[in-house]
Every structure is written in structure tokens, then in C-alpha cells.
């Protein structure tokens, strides 16, 4: 089993919809959590991080965390064609390392103008 | 401003050469990593380190090696280049303790023929 799973995707949203991105993990000990983004070519960059359970917004995006259910979610709201990217969540503590983090494979999520 | 820069960006190298990946960091963060990311299996840690002289293996460490000798250089050598190293590597480092999530390089896509 994978320590971090995400949908496989490709996801397609038209433009303005809310994009949901999911993910869960199997590392109880895991404290950090993060979601980056990544354009075709280009590096991960980092847009949210959570560290409690429940939600956490910051413009568009929430992030949400239910450690229970070792399960963390991203939502875009009113979707823009520029959030068209590959989504990789990250969590940290694999195996008790806390500096390390453990990515997923992604979600693509495509914006349909 | 503070920054993460790998060169080459891009690389051709034929099988059985040695060839080393440059990543440098001007944030004077102690933890530093490399990873590879490749279709469907995506970001996967080579080898990690919390600080001068410590350095890790991760999951796919095998046919790679790094050094750290300051807290701003952490380069990459593949021993003998191997076709299955053809990859995108991105080097990324962190503060300590884990807690702002990392901060990647601009990668460098390296080919081996």
C-alpha cells in the first residue's frame, strides 16, 4: 500500500466549479500536511499547508484535514483555466522522520474555459 | 532574495559516465533533498540531509551518492549513468524542525543514452 494515495484523475472541471482534490494517507504519526501545485514543466510549488484538524482557507482554496480518517482534501473554488495543473499532496513523518516528506503521484486537474 | 538554483538544467550523458547535479541554497536551511519524478511514480526521495557531514539514503538511493560539506551545496553524483536514470531530478530543502514544507528547484532533466 502506498503511504500517499490521491484520485488518479485526470480531473476535468468547466470554469467557475469548485475542483475537489483528495487524499489519504496511512502514517498515523503524520502531523504536516501539504498541497503543491505543479505546471507542466515547471517545479512543485507550495499552496497550502495544514496542520490541525479541519479546514484552513486562503483565497480559492481550503484545505481540509481529518486526521481520523488519515484523509486531506483540497478544494478550488470559482476554478480559473490557470489552476490547470497537476495537484501532489505531500505528507510529512514516514516512518518517524519528521523533516521528510512522502509525496503522492498527483491529480491533474484540467479547467475548462 | 533567497533562493534554490540546480544546474544543468538539461543533460545528455551517455551510459557508464559519472555525472554530478549542482543544487545550491542561499536560505541556509539545514535539511536538503533530491528527489526524482517520473511518469506514474511520482516525486520519490533519492537522498536526503539534516545538516554538514549527515547525509541519508531514501527509497531509490541505489546508483546514487551525495556529500555535504556546507549548508548551501548538496550535489548529486550518479556513479555510473544507467538508462533507468533517465529522469527529472529536483533538489528542495526546508527549514528545521518540518513545518513551512519545502522549497524546490527549477529541476534538471537529465538523459541517459
Known amino acids: 500500500q502506498k503511504e500517499v494515495e490521491q484520485n488518479s484523475g485526470p480531473l476535468s472541471v468547466p470554469e467557475g466549479a469548485i475542483a475537489s482534490l483528495n487524499c489519504t494517507y496511512s502514517?498515523?504519526?503524520?502531523?504536516?500536511f501539504f498541497w503543491y501545485r505543479q505546471y507542466s514543466g515547471k517545479s512543485p510549488e507550495l499552496i497550502m499547508s495544514?496542520?490541525?484538524?479541519g479546514d484552513k482557507e486562503d483565497g480559492r482554496f481550503t484545505a481540509q484535514l481529518n486526521k481520523a480518517s488519515q484523509y486531506v482534501s483540497l478544494l478550488i473554488r470559482d476554478s480559473q483555466p490557470s489552476d490547470s495543473a497537476t495537484y501532489l499532496c505531500?505528507?510529512?513523518?514516514?516512518?518517524?522522520?519528521?523533516?521528510?516528506?512522502?509525496f503522492g503521484s498527483g491529480t491533474q486537474l484540467t479547467v475548462l474555459p | 532574495d533567497a533562493e534554490i538554483t540546480q544546474s544543468p538544467r538539461h543533460k545528455i550523458i551517455e551510459t557508464g559516465r559519472q555525472v554530478t547535479l549542482a543544487c545550491h541554497q542561499t536560505?541556509?536551511?539545514?535539511?536538503m533533498f533530491w528527489y526524482r519524478q517520473d511518469l506514474g511514480h511520482g516525486l520519490r526521495l533519492i537522498h536526503y540531509?539534516?545538516?554538514?557531514?549527515?547525509?541519508n539514503k531514501g527509497e531509490v538511493s541505489d546508483g546514487y551518492s551525495v556529500s555535504r560539506s556546507n549548508t548551501e551545496d548538496l550535489p548529486l553524483t550518479l556513479e555510473s549513468a544507467a538508462s533507468s536514470q533517465t529522469s527529472v531530478y529536483f533538489c528542495?530543502?526546508?527549514?528545521?524542525?518540518?513545518?513551512?514544507?519545502?522549497?524546490f528547484g527549477s529541476g534538471t532533466r537529465l538523459t541517459v543514452v
Open positions: 528542495a530543502s526546508s527549514e528545521a524542525p518540518m513545518g513551512y514544507g519545502y522549497t
Open positions: 502514517d498515523r504519526g503524520s502531523q504536516s
Open positions: 495544514i496542520y490541525s484538524n
Open positions: 505531500a505528507v510529512n513523518n514516514p516512518g518517524g522522520s519528521a523533516r521528510q516528506l512522502t
Open positions: 536560505w541556509n536551511h539545514n535539511n
Open positions: 540531509s539534516y545538516g554538514v557531514h549527515d547525509t
